[in-house]
């Protein structure tokens, strides 16, 4: 893992003046489609902006790896329930997209309450009015020809008819340059009564799910008014409540299969051809606690904030706030590999507690054969571990090292006695800047990572 991380360098950054950024700047998710060629990012604003990933040329073979704006587009706008006095974010909490199945583009994005279906295509733009008479679009035609000429515009057609005579014109449509257009098709509201943490496309592509604190929504894509309750954990008495949920993911394979964990550590593994309503798990993954390792922050730090299947569809990976685990479908009891990610955090907990850091929720992402998974940290590392070689890394996404071409060097944190040159003092880490959100292409190896309101994007060194 350490020789493949001497050759990653940066391709590209997308990167805003830090001494300008807002709250709404702050990315709020990352996501590239299944062939890796866009990526997403959504942000607290409420915005969605799309990269394009740059086309080979055979005068520039370095520009291969390079993503561009493709589109931007305002999804969510700031609301107001006035029923219950609730200010409504526009703040983007996921993104998630369809296969391509034509020349659009297909996402489902998030707030905290809607969920809209978006459409990218590119727009054809071209002068004139439909009837095409504009002066500025025709062309004379030869006085010996008499033609019928058929003018397509859309999905339909114009007959003209050109009679003989030496002034008649015939219009010729010019193209003009291409425009990206972002239009909503489907708005699926009122349905959650609490805030949506995680949505997730079936692997049938015509329903989805989305999953706030305390129930899980089974959507189909062509119906916005309806919406099928899957899961229900709500108490009759919310003063009986223990546990919410955190997130949720469908299987990449099964439709009727799906998982979603828990602020106490769980994973429940559900089959929807049992019941309507899975209120009874088809298999429930915990790892039994340590007593020696019992503390009061023991509860907060187990709570899972992100659960992912792996590609194949054999694994679960979970992260809480300081370990990676990995399980085994076939084995609930414990979780067959764990990494800590930041463990020299331990004895800072109570300071984090106190500045609200231990909340921050982390995700996680596997490469795209499931070899290498990853994940963020604070003082803008993120980590990467290496399941065959069980080798680990620790990367810094910063202006420093943002160059073009600019080669990543591993960052590694003192925990005490003598300060390396290299290393850095765990006393030292900025809690401010952190790591939450990370993507990872499905084939390569070129990954996204947001660090506060910058995007970095990494790639394998182009020779």
């Given at each position: 893992?350490?020789?493949?991380?001497?050759t990653?360098?940066?391709?590209?950054?997308?990167?805003?003046?830090?001494?300008?950024?807002?709250?709404?700047?702050?990315?709020?998710?990352?996501?590239?489609?299944?062939?890796?060629?866009?990526?997403?990012?959504?942000?607290?604003?409420?915005?969605?902006?799309?990269f394009?990933?740059e086309?080979?040329?055979?005068?520039?073979?370095?520009?291969?790896?390079?993503?561009?704006?493709?589109?931007?587009?305002?999804?969510?706008?700031?609301?107001?329930?006035y029923?219950?006095?609730?200010?409504?974010?526009?703040?983007?909490?996921?993104?998630?997209?369809?296969?391509?199945?034509?020349?659009?583009?297909?996402?489902?994005?998030?707030?905290?309450?809607?969920?809209?279906?978006?459409?990218?295509?590119?727009?054809?733009?071209?002068?004139?009015?439909?009837?095409?008479?504009?002066?500025?679009?025709?062309?004379?035609?030869?006085?010996?020809?008499?033609?019928?000429?058929?003018?397509?515009?859309?999905?339909?057609?114009?007959?003209?008819?050109?009679?003989?005579?030496?002034?008649?014109?015939?219009?010729?449509?010019?193209?003009?340059?291409?425009?990206?257009?972002?239009?909503?098709?489907?708005?699926?509201?009122?349905?959650?009564?609490?805030?949506?943490?995680?949505?997730?496309?079936?692997?049938?592509?015509?329903?989805?799910?989305?999953?706030?604190?305390?129930?899980?929504?089974?959507?189909?894509?062509?119906?916005?008014?309806q919406?099928?309750?899957?899961?229900?954990?709500k108490?009759?008495?919310?003063?009986?409540?223990?546990?919410?949920?955190t997130?949720?993911?469908?299987?990449?394979?099964?439709?009727?299969?799906?998982?979603?964990?828990?602020?106490?550590?769980?994973?429940?593994?559900?089959?929807?051809?049992?019941?309507?309503l899975?209120?009874?798990?088809?298999?429930?993954?915990?790892?039994?606690?340590?007593?020696s390792?019992?503390?009061?922050?023991?509860?907060?730090?187990?709570?899972?904030?992100?659960?992912?299947?792996?590609?194949?569809?054999?694994?679960?990976?979970?992260?809480?706030?300081?370990?990676?685990?990995?399980?085994?479908?076939?084995?609930?009891?414990?979780?067959?590999?764990?990494?800590?990610?930041?463990?020299?955090?331990?004895?800072?907990?109570?300071?984090?507690?106190?500045?609200?850091?231990?909340?921050?929720?982390?995700?996680?992402?596997?490469?795209?054969?499931?070899?290498?998974?990853?994940?963020?940290?604070?003082?803008?590392?993120?980590?990467?571990?290496?399941?065959?070689?069980?080798?680990?890394?620790?990367?810094?996404?910063?202006?420093?090292?943002?160059?073009?071409?600019?080669?990543?060097?591993?960052?590694?944190?003192?925990?005490?006695?003598?300060?390396?040159?290299?290393?850095?003092?765990?006393?030292?880490?900025?809690?401010s800047?952190?790591?939450?959100?990370?993507a990872?292409?499905?084939?390569?190896?070129?990954?996204?990572?947001?660090?506060?309101?910058?995007?970095?994007?990494?790639?394998?060194?182009?020779?």
């Open positions: 893992m350490e020789e493949d991380v001497e990653r360098k940066i391709s590209s950054s997308f990167l805003r003046d830090h001494s300008y950024a807002t709250e709404a700047d702050i990315i709020s998710t990352v996501e590239f489609n299944h062939t890796g060629e866009l990526l997403a990012t959504g942000d607290k604003g409420g915005r969605v902006v799309i394009q990933r086309q080979e040329s055979k005068n520039q073979p370095h520009r291969r790896g390079e993503y561009n704006v493709y589109s931007t587009f305002q999804s969510h706008e700031p609301e107001f329930d029923l219950k006095s609730l200010e409504i974010e526009e703040k983007i909490n996921k993104i998630r997209w369809l296969p391509q199945q034509n020349a659009a583009y297909f996402l489902l994005s998030t707030n905290d309450k809607t969920v809209k279906l978006w459409k990218d295509e590119d727009g054809e733009w071209r002068m004139g009015s439909r009837c095409l008479r504009a002066p500025t679009m025709v062309e004379p035609v030869s006085p010996l020809c008499r033609v019928l000429v058929r003018v397509r515009w859309g999905s339909g057609t114009c007959p003209w008819v050109l009679t003989l005579c030496l002034s008649s014109q015939v219009p010729v449509l010019r193209p003009m340059d291409l425009m990206v257009e972002a239009t909503p098709r489907r708005v699926f509201a009122n349905a959650h009564t609490y805030h949506i943490n995680s949505i997730s496309v079936n692997s049938d592509y015509e329903t989805y799910m989305s999953a706030d604190d305390l129930r899980i929504n089974l959507w189909n894509f062509e119906i916005t008014n919406s099928f309750n899957i899961v229900d954990i108490p009759a008495n919310m003063e009986e409540l223990t546990e919410v949920i997130a949720a993911e469908f299987h990449p394979h099964h439709c009727n299969t799906f998982v979603y964990s828990s602020s106490k550590g769980t994973i429940r593994l559900c089959d929807m051809r049992t019941s309507a899975c209120d009874r798990h088809a298999k429930f993954f915990e790892e039994p606690e340590d007593p390792n019992r503390s009061f922050f023991s509860e907060i730090i187990s709570s899972i904030s992100d659960v992912k299947f792996s590609h194949s569809g054999r694994y679960i990976m979970t992260r809480d706030y300081l370990t990676v685990k990995v399980w085994d479908l076939n084995m609930e009891n414990r979780p067959i590999e764990t990494y800590q990610v930041h463990d020299y955090l331990r004895s800072k907990l109570c300071s984090l507690y106190e500045n609200d850091c231990i909340f921050d929720k982390f995700e996680c992402v596997w490469n795209g054969s499931d070899s290498v998974i990853m994940t963020g940290s604070y003082n803008n590392f993120f980590r990467m571990f290496d399941r065959n070689t069980k080798r680990d890394v620790t990367l810094e996404a910063s202006r420093e090292n943002s160059k073009p071409r600019a080669i990543l060097k591993p960052r590694k944190v003192c925990v005490g006695g003598k300060r390396r040159k290299d290393e850095i003092s765990v006393d030292s880490l900025d809690f800047k952190k790591i939450l959100h990370t990872w292409h499905p084939a390569e190896n070129i990954i996204a990572v947001a660090a506060t309101n910058n995007l970095y994007i990494f790639q394998d060194k182009v020779n």
